[in-house]
Nanobody, 116 residues
Framework: QVQLVESGGGLVQPGGSLRLSCAASGSIFSIAAMAWYRQAPGKQRELVASIPRAGITTYADSVKGRFTISRDNAKNTVFLQMNSLKPEDTAVYYC??????????WGQGTQVTVSS
């Protein structure tokens, strides 16, 4: 099993920045890729960014150039740096771990609210 714990959400003004963290524990070796998803009220959960163990990172078109996903392997932690935040970025952000057998692990979510 894998446990994922997010932190770093909060309230920020438009144009501001936040950094989300996701600490992984448990069977880390079973994770092939990490990702951030988000879900706004009344909308489906969507992929924001992903970072595989080997390979290139990917981003949703809506966040390209503003968000950066990165990882610290020594600390089993994945980050999402969010800059130039917009009201439409408001959502619950979820950390995801995808296993080699395509099993999914999820964190509890952290709320990000962009509002003046």
């Amino acid at each position: 099993q894998v446990q994922l714990v997010e932190s770093g959400g909060g309230l920020v003004q438009p144009g501001g920045s936040l950094r989300l963290s996701c600490a992984a524990s448990g069977s880390i070796f079973s994770i092939a890729a990490m990702a951030w998803y988000r879900q706004a009220p009344g909308k489906q959960r969507e992929l924001v960014a992903s970072i595989p163990r080997a390979g290139i990172t990917t981003y949703a078109d809506s966040v390209k150039g503003r968000f950066t996903i990165s990882r610290d392997n020594a600390k089993n932690t994945v980050f999402l740096q969010m800059n130039s935040l917009k009201p439409e970025d408001t959502a619950v952000y979820y950390c995801n771990g995808r296993g080699w057998a395509s099993q999914d692990y999820w964190g509890q979510g952290t709320q990000v609210t962009v509002s003046s």
